[in-house]
């Protein structure tokens, strides 16, 4: 199918604004909706975008409109067709932009809706069989035909696969996530755990394709028919390509989720946000008006904030009972609101209460990207959504928590984890913690010399003792008396009083803190 067949189609009425005939002589490979300011990561060559123009307002400059039409010229998209209800027509400031960037740019009026243009096209590519040589395809024409509709249709990926395995007697065959997440699977697929999926990839068993797309480390998808002789190689890629069609399209839908998961997660950063708007996001979002909530936040690298909210999405995933919206907090942090499903924690197999077991996920999902350290730091129970911004801050210093533990490996911390003062001090920043340990420790905290460093090994013996002078000298192999002149000269240098308790808890927070 080319661009210039969609003006053919008197049903989608369609309008071009602008277009060159070599633009409108491209093939069409895909169709993706989005309303983002920067689609980039979600475009692909030789699609068309579809878009309401949410993200632009009257009042926006020129800059943002061709931001948006670079992107699309940069990806190689076919063109844009550019939705009329939102505004009431095409701005034409997006006319010239489409001009300028060489972006063929079609009018949707508001009658026409992006499902029926979207199934157009895929209808046209599957459907239409009798112009292509007999032979080009493996799969039946029929079940081809079935396919399309379904993915127009919007149906299940079991069902999807139940329907391309059919013709075949229905051999056991699962879609599995990189995590070892059962995405789908035909009825003769036995139930599979996040981990015994996750020893099937790995086991070189069957025959297993990587779902073609744009999915990171994190979120790959795998095609594993248990048994390598229960489909021809050339039929099991076809169900390949339609299952990267439903991926595709599953994609686009999830634009709009993500554009409000962002709003809810900038009113949970907002400490004035009002109740109404915080109900309406959390609406927008699919999660009750009513707690309980947790927040997570999930750190990847600093310079890669996009793949951190798909780790975390990945994992979440991993409890379907548990709705949420992950997103970007305005910080650039990944963050999601998770609603609690208060019966599970009874039930075995969460966190927390609901909470998907992050922290049996959370080495899976580092072993896609060992080189990458992954933490996640998670918020106790929030009862509304005004107490997101109480969980919000509880997450993030969670999170602080879970890097500081290992800040080169991979980790989740809850608040509630925090049960120990060690624990609750991983939680203050690294630089705060040193400046308390080398004020309160003073000329200790340097141990420049021998003399500190035996000074310095006194004292934690000292207080990890609890105080017994007989206990420390036995240990240290010295006599009492000489314990008592160390303690008196790390009083001297420190200012404290180890006879005192306040001031014991201020030395061993100083030591925990080094």
């Given amino acids: 199918m080319h661009v210039h067949d969609l003006l053919q189609l008197d049903a989608l009425d369609l309008t071009l604004l602008w277009g060159e005939d070599p633009l409108l002589a491209q093939e069409v490979s895909g169709v993706t909706a989005t309303d983002l300011e920067d ?166 068993t069957g025959t297993t394709l990587r779902i073609e797309g744009d999915p990171g480390p994190y979120d790959a998808w795998f095609l594993h028919l248990h048994d390598a002789d229960g489909a021809p190689p050339r039929v099991l890629h076809e169900i390949a390509e339609v299952v990267a069609q439903y991926r595709h399209h599953e994609a686009a839908r999830e634009t709009g989720a993500r554009r409000a998961a962002d709003v809810l997660l900038t009113l949970a950063a907002t400490v004035t946000a009002e109740r109404a708007a915080l109900d309406a996001a959390l609406y927008a979002c699919g999660l009750p008006a009513h707690g309980p909530f947790r927040v997570v936040l999930a750190a990847l690298d600093d310079t890669e904030p996009e793949e951190a909210v798909r780790a975390l999405t990945e994992a979440l995933r991993h409890a379907p009972g548990a709705p949420f919206a992950a997103g970007l907090l305005p910080d650039g942090t990944a963050a999601a609101v998770v609603a609690v499903d208060t019966g599970a924690e009874a039930d075995g197999g969460a966190d927390g209460e609901g909470v998907p077991s992050l922290g049996e996920i959370w080495p899976a999902l580092h072993d896609c990207r060992p080189q990458a350290p992954l933490h996640a730091g998670m918020s106790g129970p929030a009862a509304t959504g005004r107490d997101l911004n109480s969980a919000l801050n509880q997450a993030r210093y969670a999170l602080s928590a879970a890097r500081s533990a290992a800040p080169e490996g991979a980790g989740v911390t809850s608040v509630e984890d925090l049960t120990t003062l060690g624990a609750l001090l991983s939680g203050v920043p690294a630089e705060v913690r040193a400046a308390f340990s080398n004020r309160v420790l003073g000329p200790l905290a340097r141990g420049g010399s021998a003399s500190h460093r035996m000074l310095l090994e006194t004292l934690e013996v000292f207080l990890a003792q609890h105080g017994s002078w007989a206990r420390t000298a036995e240990i240290l192999h010295l006599h009492v008396n000489t314990v008592h002149y160390r303690i008196q000269r790390i009083e001297t240098l420190t200012g404290r009083d180890l006879s005192r308790l306040d001031h014991k808890l201020d030395l061993h927070a100083a030591l925990l803190c080094r």
């Fill in 39 to 204: 689609p980039a990561r979600f475009l692909q060559s030789g699609e068309l975008v579809l878009s309401g123009l949410v993200w632009w307002a009257p009042g926006d400059d020129r800059e943002k409109v061709d931001r948006f039409v670079a992107a699309l010229a940069d990806a190689g998209a076919a063109a844009l067709l550019a939705g009329e209800e939102t505004h009431g027509r095409v701005p034409d400031v997006l006319v010239e932009s489409c001009r300028a960037h060489h972006v063929a740019l079609l009018a949707v009026p508001a009658h026409t809706t992006f499902r029926a243009i979207t199934e157009a096209v895929y209808l046209r590519q599957w459907g239409d069989l009798s112009r292509r040589p007999a032979g080009h395809y493996a799969l039946p024409e029929n079940v081809r035909t079935e396919l399309a509709g379904m993915l127009a249709g919007d149906a299940a990926p079991d069902a999807l696969l139940d329907r391309a395995f059919a013709h075949l007697g229905g051999p056991a065959c699962a879609l599995l996530s990189a995590t070892g997440r059962v995405i789908a699977r035909t009825p003769a697929a036995t139930g599979l755990t996040a981990r015994q999926a996750r020893r099937r990839l790995a086991s070189g």
